[in-house]
């Protein structure tokens, strides 16, 4: 220690020329201070010119004092920022020189000379087989909380992902079915814990701040006092082709029905009809087809007034049932309109007495909904059926208040080129002017525009006014309750609770299946080690090794081809009903034992590129409902093979998806029969060394052909199928043996005959299969 003190007496220049003799210095490049073992000091780092800068200072002495080495060194290497280094000397990116800091005990040959680019060399392999040590585990405490993910665990305890998952090789866990966000159960967590020689302690639990809830509601019920008088709003419900939209066309003078494909309302259909007594009626017209349920139910949900239009040569039909139940549901009276009474074969008085089945009972029988005999081609007592409408509406008292903020209710919406996303709503409350934002479910709008069901613009809409709505930054879906809020900024705020309330509602299902499913995995692992209980623990590798041995030598996974019996569907509709109503039939696909059925995207508007690349990806078929296809997406399709079916009909949308069902299914075998042959009598014959089999047979039906397959059965069971090696008539051979005659045959198999054995001679041909499903119309 006194030659390091005269050492450190001496000028910094000095002192580094005698540590390291002439080599060059290189800014902030470290070097290697090693200690005898005696001192009681592990391998240090300085930075030579930190090192001399703070010599010049003084500070140097803090070298000598062995205690603090550690916390002094740190501070010696500010510009170089590696402080002291405890543990093996590693290699490092810059250059390194290796010394010991007692001048009269450096051997020459351990001073590295030369140019600091060559200096690798740390230690001697001496010194490196003394110092070498089992490195201990870092010990700590963890806390730990349930629930927690790999990647939170390995990062309370300061390890990297790796780390976690060679310690869950100790469990049952299957790694590959892991991920970072995986969540492990408690009792892994600690086992982990200990495995990293550390110890855990359960985390406090932290109270989580509750959100504050910042969803829009509706207002209170209105004062009495400022109610005002509003139009009816009339929803006409029935089976399809009885004549629902041509008695609001001549309610409204116009020719919607002969615009509409195949003759079928497809939409909801909002109007505002004009009485001649100066009456206002809101009108929806909803589709009668069995697969727009959902609209009819939609549409009476919004309701004051149902008029059930029934054909007076039908009678009670399926939706006409299924109307009955939306309006009870409802709680919406009723109006019976019985249409088509010029017809010869009308008769109003059945189906009056059928309704009866299903407690709608009209006034001449003792009930309360008004029956009305029209013929809506013909224009028939339609102002009969108009003033019974103005009559039960005044009975109603039906009013609402205009004033304040706006209510209502998303009927339809539809994405339009030129307009963007387009809603038909009906107002409910208030009264909605342009510059109104509104939300409904997780989408707002601030109102651009308004038009009326003419596509005519308009200033205003009072309540029970269908209005058609520009403005709205997403499609909402139909059905949604609109409602206005005060800014843009309370938009966000609503609109951001809904999607947060949605996420965690998520969460918590996405939680309830992983807990299924590793529940079910722990239950499979106890299964299979009780099955292995009764082993040593060497039977019991070498048991697990052979079943798992095909996995080791598995490549990583690639790409999987679709399944060829899988059929990937991507839907794109004019409205969100029409979508909405598509997807419903196709929930109620239920043979996926026959084909899958993958619905890959659905959406609104005409059909894209991106529609393209998707097909593409999933070798799908594209399905568009009143929607069309661009002349270049059309040729790119063609390019990639990809098919674009578009119907404006639904019901030929859902046979065309069958027909394309069918393509996907593996074509069926079935066996004709061409002959039938008893066994009378049982040989052999000699063929070289061996002994084969014949039977004397008698063809009983048809022929036997031996280019044809055959099949061999004894009491009923089939026990061999297959091909002749031989077929003779007497002794020559034959191809043909018509019924009646005798023959000998011999089959591709040495299997014994049985007199009364049958041969059958059939043949094979290829059925295309149909499906099963049944979408229900």
């Known amino acids: 220690m006194d030659q390091l003190g005269q050492l450190l007496n001496s000028s910094p220049s000095s002192v580094l020329k005698s540590l390291f003799g002439n080599i060059p210095f290189v800014p902030c490049a470290p070097v290697h201070f090693i200690l005898r073992k005696r001192v009681l000091e592990p391998v240090m780092t300085v930075c030579p010119l930190c090192l001399q800068q703070e010599m010049n200072r003084g500070l140097v002495l803090r070298l000598v004092q062995l205690r603090s080495a550690r916390q002094q060194l740190r501070a010696l290497c500010p510009r170089a920022g590696w402080g002291a280094q405890w543990g093996p000397v590693q290699a490092s990116a810059r250059p390194l020189c290796s010394v010991l800091l007692h001048p009269q005990l450096w051997p020459r040959d351990r001073v590295i000379r030369g140019p600091l680019s060559h200096c690798r060399q740390l230690a001697t392999k001496e010194e490196t087989k003394r110092k070498k040590k089992k490195i201990p585990l870092t010990r700590g405490e963890v806390e730990i909380r349930q629930r927690m993910t790999i990647e939170e665990l390995a990062r309370a305890m300061g390890k990297d992902i790796d780390h976690i998952y060679e310690a869950l090789l100790y469990t049952d866990i299957d790694l590959n079915s892991l991920e970072p966000d995986s969540i492990l159960y408690e009792d892994h967590i600690k086992m982990i814990v200990q495995k990293s020689g550390m110890k855990y302690k359960s985390a406090k639990l932290k109270e989580e701040k509750e959100r504050k809830n910042t969803d829009a509601v509706k207002r209170p019920p209105a004062d009495p006092a400022v109610l005002t008088p509003r139009p009816p709003v009339v929803t006409i419900l029935g089976h399809v082709d009885h004549g629902k939209t041509t008695l609001l066309d001549r309610l409204r003078q116009s020719q919607l029905a002969s615009l509409e494909a195949g003759g079928i309302t497809q939409h909801i259909g909002a109007f505002l009809v004009h009485m001649p007594s100066g009456e206002k009626i809101t009108f929806l017209d ?424 055959f099949k061999l059965i004894r009491r009923g069971d089939v026990i061999w199928k297959g091909s002749l090696s031989s077929l003779k008539h007497h002794k020559d051979d034959a191809q043909v043996i018509k019924a009646g005659m005798d023959c000998g045959l011999s089959l591709d198999k040495n299997l014994e005959f049985s007199i009364g054995d049958d041969i059958i001679c059939y043949e094979e041909t290829e059925v295309q299969q149909t499906t099963s499903w049944d979408p229900g119309f």
């Open 286 to 709: 909803t589709p009668g087809h069995a697969a727009f349920s959902a609209m009819r139910a939609r549409g009476t949900n919004v309701t004051d007034i149902v008029i059930l239009v029934v054909a007076a040569e039908d009678g009670v039909m399926q939706q006409t049932i299924e109307s009955i139940q939306h309006a009870k549901n409802a709680g919406v009276p009723l109006i019976l309109a019985i249409n088509k009474c010029d017809k010869p074969e009308a008769d109003p008085e059945r189906v009056k007495k059928e309704l009866l089945a299903h407690d709608v009972v009209c006034e001449e029988f003792g009930g309360d909904v008004q029956a009305v005999n029209i013929s809506a081609l013909k224009g028939e007592n339609l102002m009969v059926l108009a003033e019974a409408t103005v009559a039960l509406a005044e009975m109603l008292e039906l009013k609402a208040d205009a004033t304040g903020l706006v209510e209502g209710t998303v009927i339809e919406s539809r994405k339009d080129k030129g307009k963007g996303p387009l809603t038909t709503a009906i107002i409910q409350r208030g009264t909605l002017r342009k510059g109104c934002v509104l939300v409904a479910g997780k989408t707002w709008a601030k109102v651009r525009f308004m038009f009326d069901e003419n596509g005519k613009a308009v200033d205003a809409a009072p309540p029970g006014i269908p209005v058609e709505i520009m403005g709205w930054k997403d499609i909402p879906s139909a059905g949604d309750e609109i409602l206005e809020v005060e800014s843009e900024q309370r938009a966000h705020e609503v609109i951001d609770w809904r999607v947060y309330i949605e996420q965690q509602e998520k969460l918590k299902k996405d939680v309830e299946v992983i807990e299924a499913k590793q529940k079910e995995h722990r239950m499979q692992y106890e299964q299979k080690q009780q099955k292995l209980a009764h082993l040593t623990w060497r039977q019991r590798k070498a048991v697990l090794y052979k079943a798992n041995k095909h996995l080791m030598f598995q490549r990583p996974t690639e790409r999987r081809e679709v399944d060829e019996n899988t059929l990937s569907v991507i839907v794109k509709g004019d409205v969100d009903g029409s979508v909405e109503a598509i997807l419903n039939i196709l929930d109620s696909y239920d043979c996926e034992d026959e084909c899958k059925l993958d619905i890959v995207h659905f959406g609104m508007g005409d059909i894209t590129e991106n529609d393209l690349t998707l097909a593409e990806t999933f070798n799908g078929v594209i399905y568009g409902f009143s929607v069309t296809a661009s002349e270049s997406v059309k040729k790119l399709a063609d390019k990639k093979g990809i098919k674009i079916k578009l119907h404006n009909i639904i019901y030929k949308l859902i046979d065309d998806l069958k027909e394309e069902l069918n393509s996907r299914l593996p074509p069926a075998v079935v066996e004709t029969t061409i002959g039938e042959a008893s066994v009378l009598d049982t040989f052999s014959v000699t063929v070289g060394k061996n002994k084969v089999p014949v039977a004397g047979c008698r063809v009983q039906k048809g022929l036997l052909d031996r280019k044809m397959k």
